[in-house]
């Protein structure tokens, strides 16, 4: 069943409705009114909870189907949807592309499936790489490319992200239209479940997700596509706890990435009972929190883009006091969005302004330089 159909969220609406209005039409009729009352009292809130919960998720995509909520894993990615044109092989070697290249429509990039495995910690999660167009072309067949991360929310996933931010459509575009050159972006499962906010940290005795998401991403990617090297190459861009993730493990990682997006992000590390606690202690607290970290530590050459719309209360009130914390030699971004809310509608619309940002910040697609006399290089397909 889909649960964000409209006819399913409508029939949830209309049956919590029904139990709203029974409360008072039947309040006298009862014959034990006190247990009768008070069941039908609970019916009624439990069915404005549901129902609120079913136009969120239609709003969101949080859980497609009763089965993404009754795993806890939310959305999938899925093959022929949104973009999405084929499910890679688990495999050490650079994948066979002719496949996606036969599905692919003339002037238009791919999105491939992959099941990211992570060579340092072990975790092993569905993500999604998005392939432009120019890497298909044989005369670019040498050429590396540079990459953009995309972090999701909490809660949150790849197919979440790919599908509410337009992420295909709106990269084609944005390259088509060379508001950005050709990239590649990777977009990994952030928290491993769409239940649970895990900050991208390594808790202390937990998930080690910030390796995950920075060596172990970098190290697959590397594997298998034609990417630029990690540094100069690579940046971040996450929405609301991905700008967070994006803003902090830049500055964490500036020789991993030379440049982060947050879009709705915030500026301090986050403790409560979505997260539990991550960091045991002050230590590992202060070192993941980029208003910290930005007060009493250099502030490493990390190009940083910052946006929140005037919807925004909390939001904009950060953004405008983490930036205030920035030296003014700082290569910093910052843009306040007119009636712009916490939604995906305002970050899909602000979304290329990013891209085409991040593109400004990394390097060109470039050939690799001829190999020196003696020395053998093969090329990935």
Known sequence: MDLTAGPVVAAVVLLAVAAVLAVPWTWDRWRTPRAARSAL???????????AGAVVNRQAGFFPT?????????????????????ALPISAAAPDLRRVQARRLPGQGAVVRVQLTGSRTGLSRV???YLPAAYFDPAQAQVRFPVVEVLSGSPGSPAQTLHLLHLAETLDTSIAEHRAAPMIVVVPDTNGSAVR????VDAAGGTPDETYLTADVQTFVGQRFRVQAPGRGWALLGSSTGGYCAVNL???HPEAYAAAASLSGYFHALTDVTTGDLFHGAALRQANDPSWRVQHLPLPPVALWLSAGTGEVRELTELRSFAGLLPAAADLTTVVVPRAGHAFPAWSAVLPQALGWASSRLPSPTAPQPPLSGQSSVARP
């Open 197 to 200: 906010d895990r900050e991208c």
């Open 250 to 252: 830049a500055l964490r």
């Open 41 to 51: 009292v609970l019916l009624a809130t439990t069915g404005v909870l549901l129902a």
């Open 127 to 129: 993500g999604a790489v």
């Open 66 to 86: 009763v089965q993404s909520l009754v795993s806890g894993q939310g959305a999938a990615v899925t093959v022929g949807q949104d973009g999405v044109l084929a």
